[in-house]
């Protein structure tokens, strides 16, 4: 069984930085595409940036030069840089894996 697991979600200051983590089990994680989505109460779950499978990143407009997604395939984690947030980033962070496999969700929220 397939299970992804996201933590690392929390408040934050706009201008700050937090980093979510997403533990994979029961599936290795080398040479499968990665994504991070987010999802504001009541809209779509939207695509965010990830990891093809030959090693290319790709960011959407939104967060491009402020998050960065790296992976380390030993420990099966997947991970989601985030800097200089903005109240806009406030939402449900979530992590999929081989285009299936989804995490929980965990919940960035950004404030003064």
């Known amino acids: 069984q397939v299970q992804l697991v996201e933590s690392g979600g929390g408040a934050a200051q706009p201008g700050g930085s937090l980093r979510l983590s997403c533990v994979v089990s029961?599936?290795?994680?080398?040479?499968?595409?990665i994504a991070w989505y987010r999802q504001v109460s009541g809209n779509s779950r939207d695509w965010i940036g990830g990891?093809?499978?030959?090693?290319?990143?790709i960011y959407s407009d939104s967060v491009k030069g402020r998050f960065t997604i790296a992976k380390d395939d030993a420990v099966k984690t997947i991970y989601l840089q985030m800097n200089n947030l903005k109240s806009e980033d406030t939402a449900v962070y979530y992590c999929?894996?081989?285009?299936?496999?989804w995490g929980q969700g965990t919940q960035v929220t950004v404030s003064s």
């Open positions: 029961g599936t290795e994680i080398a040479a499968k595409g």
């Open positions: 999929k894996l081989a285009g299936r496999w």
């Open positions: 990891i093809l499978v030959d090693g290319t990143a």
